[in-house]
Structure formats: C-alpha cells, structure tokens
C-alpha cells in the first residue's frame, strides 16, 4: 500500500526545506527516492536515507566550493600547505607530530583557523627554504609567537637542542660551532664521546688528517 513501510505509516517529506532544496514528492520511478527542486531551479532526486543531509544540489555544492578556493587564491600553495599542517599537528590525533604539539598544549590562535587570517598575519614564505617557527617554544600559534625561519634557525629552537654554557655565555651547539669556527657535527660528536666542555672548544688536531680521540 502506498504510503506504508515494513507496517508502518512512512512520513511524507513533501514540501520540506532541506537549506537549498524542496522535496517535490517520491520518485515514481525509483521507490525509496524523493524528487526535490533546488533554489536555482535544477531538479533531482535524493534516497531517503539522505533526506536533511543534502542540503543543496550537485551543481550548487560545486560552485559553493570552487568560490571558497577562489577567497584567497593560495589553494594548493606552499603557505597553504603550511597552514594546513600546522593546523595538524595541533589538533589531528592521528598525525604523527601531535604529540609534540597539540599533545602537549599547543594550540592554534582562533584567527589562524581560517587561512586567510593566517595568511593576512604572515604573508608569504620568504624563500623556498623558509620555515614556521615559534619564538617561544612552549608557545602557541599566533602572531607574536610565530615567525618565518631558515631551517638553521629552526633548529635552534628546537626543544631538544642542547644549551651549552662556556665563559659566561650560553648557546646552542650550532651557535657555538659559528664561534669557534668548528662544523657542528664534529663539536657534537665531542659532546657525545664525553669529551670535557673545555676540551671540546678548544682542541686543534695536529693534523686534518689526524684521526681524534
């Protein structure tokens, strides 16, 4: 009998308002389907099972979307993919450096959820090689906290970096490599081998040949 499902009486959705569309009635030609008209006049069908979801027409969802790529013209750039996955790490559990950020409170300012906000703050990438950084480490994602950074500059920020302390000065093994005019990689690999701070600066091998120990 029309109108009855599995014994019982079936709601009639006709003239509903789902956002942009109205249900016109069923669909004659496929049972379980409604006929609906959207505001811009196209006609189509939705399952039941949709019915309060689809909220729109397929031609209008489309031009809904290709207008929000169109607000700031930068989908798909590398400010955007930066913002993207600086949102990530904040709030997607499943990313692989939440637990450095979100994980342990780092949060993403209300304005910088929506990337023109982002953007209006922070503007382009220097460079190809330029990087988002927070001046204070424990800090969170705003505009006084973050800056554009080479990757050198990065690193030194890092919350595993080590702070050295050596006639009254204190920096990082980077930092203190430009000092003294020794590669990093070898300073650290003196750290690491339990070499002496004072030894670690200040040994000059007799020869660059000579293999130290």
């Avoid at 006609?43 to 929000?68: D, E, F, M, P, T």
């Avoid at 979100?102 to 910088?112: A, H, N, P, Y």
Wanted: charged share 25%; hydrophobic share 30%; net charge positive.
């Amino acid at each position: 009998m029309d109108g009855i499902v599995h014994g019982f009486m079936a709601q009639d959705n006709t003239g509903s308002r789902y956002g942009s569309i109205v249900i016109l009635g069923r669909d004659a030609e496929k049972a379980g389907c409604w006929r609906y008209r959207c505001d811009c006049g196209a006609l189509g069908r939705v399952w039941s099972g949709q019915l309060g979801k689809l909220k729109r027409c397929k031609q209008c969802y489309l031009k809904v979307i290709g207008n929000s790529r169109k607000t700031h013209g930068k989908h798909g750039s590398r400010a955007y993919r930066i913002w993207q996955n600086m949102k990530k790490r904040c709030l997607v559990k499943t990313d692989p450096c939440y637990a450095s950020y979100g994980g342990r409170g780092i949060s993403v300012c209300s304005k910088w959820m929506s990337f023109e906000g982002f953007y209006g703050d922070m503007g382009e990438p220097p460079s190809d090689k330029h990087q988002l950084d927070r001046v204070d480490n424990n800090g969170n994602y705003e505009a006084s906290n973050t800056r554009w950074t080479l990757p050198s500059q990065n690193c030194r920020n890092r919350r595993s970096n080590r702070l050295i302390e050596w006639k009254g000065e204190t920096k990082t093994v980077v930092e203190w490599s430009e000092v003294l005019g020794i590669d990093h990689g070898v300073l650290r690999q003196r750290l690491y081998r339990g070499w002496d701070i004072e030894r670690a600066f200040t040994y000059i091998p007799k020869s660059r040949f000579s293999c130290e120990s």
